[in-house]
T-cell receptor, first 114, second 110 residues
Framework: SQTIHQWPATLVQPVGSPLSLECTVE??????LYWYRQAAGRGLQLLFY??????ISSEVPQNLSASRPQDRQFILSSKKLLLSDSGFYLC?????????????FGAGSRLTVL | QKEVEQNSGPLSVPEGAIASLNCTYS??????FFWYRQYSGKSPELIMS????GDKEDGRFTAQLNKASQYVSLLIRDSQPSDSATYLC??????????FGQGTELSVKP
């Protein structure tokens, strides 16, 4: 069966510090991978998605970046965090099912920037 | 117009009642629609998917789709306190992107 791992689960970082969140998927090959952010009390905002190694699409201008160094690994990074980067970051993977992308989420990483 | 819109709620219903959650979307070309449930502090989990006009039933849940009106809904029959959560509507857009609404908070009172 497929599983998705995300870490760290929680982190508190000062403004201006770097960030690295990691996500790996097991039990499937060539998945679509996604990073979403959820601010407190808000919906999910799509940040990045990837359909293959080295193929990253960015949805919103921001100081975050994403990389996919391996087929089942997706990394979210920042060189200098802003207060507005606080939120719940969710990695997800999908495969086509009945012609649709059905997403499964990891447990999430809760980031607080102080 | 937002890509996917939901009433933020909170929607409060008594235990045993029917909860009705609504969602509209802007892209007429969308073909796939989903409802996710998110408990506080947790990640979303898929509860229903629907691809064709009409109703789709799964246990106490019924998803309804009307592509002409660009409208998706979720009905929860015999609501239980354990159904209290935020319900997220999601729509597949071009290129495989899944766009979410802001979610509707549901509270089921015993």
């Amino acid at each position: 069966s497929q599983t998705i791992h995300q870490w760290p689960a929680t982190l508190v970082q000062p403004v201006g510090s770097p960030l690295s969140l990691e996500c790996t998927v097991e039990g499937t090959s060539n998945p679509n991978l996604y990073w979403y952010r959820q601010a407190a009390g808000r919906g999910l905002q799509l940040l990045f998605y990837s359909v293959g190694i080295g193929q990253i699409s960015s949805e919103v201008p921001q100081n975050l970046s994403a990389s996919r160094p391996q087929d089942r690994q997706f990394i979210l990074s920042s060189k200098k965090l802003l207060l507005s980067d606080s939120g719940f970051y969710l990695c997800a993977w999908s495969v086509l099912s009945s012609g649709a992308n059905v997403l499964t989420f990891g447990a999430g990483s809760r980031l607080t920037v102080l | 117009q937002k890509e996917v819109e939901q009433n933020s709620g909170p929607l409060s219903v008594p235990e045993g009642a029917i909860a009705s959650l609504n969602c509209t979307y802007s892209d007429r070309g969308s073909q796939s629609f989903f409802w996710y449930r998110q408990y506080s502090g947790k990640s979303p989990e898929l509860i229903m998917s629907i691809y064709s006009n009409g109703d789709k039933e799964d246990g106490r849940f019924t998803a309804q789709l009307n592509k002409a009106s660009q409208y998706v809904s979720l009905l929860i029959r015999d609501s239980q306190p354990s159904d209290s959560a935020t319900y997220l509507c999601a729509v597949n857009y071009q290129g495989g992107k899944l766009i979410f609404g802001q979610g509707t908070e549901l509270s089921v009172k015993p």
